[in-house]
Nanobody, 119 residues
């Protein structure tokens, strides 16, 4: 059974930090590009950060560049999102997702973890 389980969300004040974790199981982790998405109330889901199956190439949304860092641990089948200098506009449910390296669409999703940033 393919499964992604997020953890690490919570409530912080502006300028604070959080580290999100995503545990992947039931898939060949090295064959998947992993991404972190977020969805705020009334807004569309957006891709925040992505790390290729190779672990070398990354992508960040302009809104988080310089503040967020995505990483992966192939030995543990884990993906992380280090979030620094958090802002109220970062408040959202953060979801981990996976797509095969030959695919253009994310096909596997976690349940999400809530991040709330207060001013």
């Amino acid at each position: 059974q393919v499964q992604l389980v997020e953890s690490g969300g919570g409530s912080v004040q502006t300028g604070g930090s959080l580290r999100l974790s995503c545990a992947a199981s039931g898939l060949t982790f090295s064959a998947y590009t992993m991404g972190w998405f977020r969805q705020a109330p009334g807004k569309e889901r957006e891709l925040v950060a992505e790390i290729r199956w190779s672990g070398i190439d990354t992508y960040y949304a302009d809104s988080v560049k310089g503040r967020f860092t995505i990483s992966r641990d192939g030995a543990m089948n884990m993906v992380y999102l280090q979030m620094n200098n958090l802002k109220p506009e970062d408040t959202a449910v953060y979801l981990c997702a996976a797509k095969l390296r030959c695919s253009s669409a994310y096909a596997v999703w976690g349940q999400g973890t809530q991040v709330t940033v207060s001013s």
